[in-house]
């Protein structure tokens, strides 16, 4: 008898449904029922907020690889560096083992005022002590960010100094930089990195520019390699400075989205300026944006390997508690109507996650006949009309090779112990002084400073106290390279510039020489502007008879 009342009882309240449960689809009216009956009668208590959550997790991993979820911590942190600011302290640190080491001060920041400085160690953070702690970095950064005008006590260990020093914080706005790099490379080429599409990159993308133009600009290396995008109205902005009024930018357009079109206005700067664009197999999205519409327009060449293929449109959907759902809506078009979008199967995030790997190992990276080009995927560039590929990302038009020949396991066992940057930073401990006195500017240190074989029996000691095994024949492999970095991460160490890691090592970058080939060659350029390459026809005919 108490068996028929229990189910009886289970099938009124799964029955009951009010007028506007009933107005529903019947999807919905089963959600809402199945939430109704797991919440009320499961054997064990549940969390209702984490099944709602999990609910809407399944919901859009079955779609494309991009709809996602996050609470409203993951949220804050996803949001954060696209915002252009954080509060807080206002260092750059690293890890030296288990203690945090200051780099750089922010100019004017919280830190700077109270006269934390560079080669500082932080010891404590309030009563908690950091240091000999195995920590992850967002631990660490919980306990300096926080609301501006809170204190935070932090005590730091000075070399030369016996006691720790005490020093009272008051947080406050921190900005984030979207431009890594912004240099001359000669006297007429200047060199931007952008890192990210954020609310401030085209701001601060133009204050760069005008800073380049001062100092003899009349030529660009755009570098968006490993910018994995942001947000689309900063890659807008970014392109209406470098075209014509009327040139479609980006369109958008989805089953539930009807075509939306952005075109330049006319009053761009720079539509005139000489300009070759850096990417590479990790410059997704907003990146692709850019790069897509300068190629589609021949307004500018592009130079490295085929870039990521993320051509989805998110519309970020926010909750109360903080939490966000950011559901794809419609696709990006390029001028020339290509969409970037990489294949992807519903619900198979794996796959679309290894998608980079296979290029690998199908040698894409290291040989231009490793890449499939199919007819299919034909388009032509707006003004001139010469042929362009589609299929999933922007397929540059001079593609250079990724150099291996550098690499060896001990360079890469090195690396991973994170033994370059321990002894970068030791090395600055020492001689921080004496390096400012004789280098006054990162171009002094890049034209004076080299290192020396000492250095680097110092620095193959280090890797042997940490079970490193030195290898004669690898080391040679790799020796140039392992000085080359050694003497971009003393330069960051020392001169606290955002580029003084990268002026060192772009005397190595292939990619960033094969752009200054093309701007130094403007017969070169301009035969590949107006008739595209050739070699990419070449092997659209080998594919086909193959």
């Known amino acids: 008898m108490k068996k028929i009342l229990f189910v009886a009882g289970l099938c009124l309240a799964l029955s009951l449904t009010t007028t506007a449960q009933r107005s529903m689809p019947q999807g919905m009216q089963k959600l809402l029922n199945a939430e109704y009956a797991i919440t009320t ?52 640190f690293n890890m030296n083992k288990d203690t945090l080491y200051v780099i750089q001060t922010v100019p004017g920041g919280p830190s700077e005022r109270v006269g934390v400085l560079a080669g500082d160690r932080i010891i404590m953070v309030n009563d908690s002590v950091i240091a000999g702690v195995k920590m992850k970095n967002s631990d660490i950064q919980k306990r300096l960010r926080g ?42 080429t200047g060199y931007l990195r952008i890192s990210r599409f954020g609310a401030k990159t085209h701001e601060e993308m133009m204050d760069a520019l005008k800073e380049l133009k001062k100092q ?29 009024r009327g040139q479609l930018m980006v369109y958008t357009e989805g089953d539930n989205a009807p075509r939306n079109e952005a075109t330049a206005n006319g009053w761009g700067d720079y539509k005139d300026l000489p300009m070759v664009v850096m990417v590479n197999q990790y410059s997704a999205s907003a990146a692709e944006i850019f790069a897509g519409a300068m190629q589609d327009w021949d307004r500018a060449l592009v130079v490295g390997r085929r870039t990521f293929g993320k051509g989805l449109v998110q519309r970020p959907f926010k909750f109360d508690d903080g939490s966000m759902m950011r559901l794809t809506v419609a696709r990006y078009y390029t001028p020339s109507g290509r969409c970037i979008q990489k294949p992807y199967n519903r619900g198979d995030k794996k796959a ?14 290291y040989s231009l006949d490793s890449i499939q080009f199919n007819d299919s995927l034909r388009y032509t560039t707006r003004l001139n009309g010469r042929t362009i590929y589609g299929g999933g990302g922007v397929m540059p038009d001079v593609f250079v090779p990724v150099d291996t020949s550098e690499y060896s396991t001990y360079y890469r066992d090195l690396t991973a112990k994170g033994i370059l940057n321990q002894y970068a930073i030791r090395y600055v401990d020492k001689n921080r002084k004496q390096l400012l006195g004789q280098y006054k500017t990162v171009k002094d240190f890049d034209n004076g400073f080299a290192v020396t074989d000492a250095m680097m029996r110092d620095f193959i000691a280090m890797g042997e106290q940490d079970s490193v095994k030195y290898d004669e024949e690898k080391y040679r492999t790799s020796e140039q390279l392992l000085k080359a970095i050694i003497k971009g991460l003393i330069a960051r160490d020392v001169y606290g510039d955002q580029s003084a890691y990268s002026v060192i090592i772009n005397h190595r970058n292939r990619d960033l020489q094969a752009a200054m080939d093309l701007l130094n060659d403007p017969e070169r350029s301009r035969r590949l502007l107006l008739e595209g390459n050739p070699e990419y026809e070449r092997l659209v005919k080998k594919h086909d008879k193959e």
Do not use: W
């Open 147 to 188: 609301k501006k005008g809170t204190q935070v006590t932090i005590k730091v260990k000075r070399a030369g100094v016996p006691d720790l020093i005490t020093f009272r914080i008051t947080r406050d706005n921190i900005p984030l930089h979207s431009i890594d790099a912004q240099y001359m490379l000669d006297e007429h």
């Open 352 to 365: 679309y996650e290894n998608e980079l790997l296979e290029r690998y190992n199908e040698g894409e990276y």
């Open 41 to 92: 009668l499961y054997v064990d208590s549940v969390n209702e907020d984490k099944l709602i959550e999990e609910a809407i997790k399944g919901m859009l991993e079955s779609l494309d690889p991009h709809s996602s979820y996050t609470d409203a911590k993951e949220t804050r942190e996803l949001e954060e560096p696209l915002q252009g600011e954080f509060s807080g302290v206002g260092i750059q």
């Open 216 to 244: 003899g600009m009349t030529q660009l290396i755009m570098d968006l390699s490993d910018n994995g995008g942001g947000y689309l109205n900063a890659a807008i902005d970014m392109c209406n400075e470098f075209l014509e």
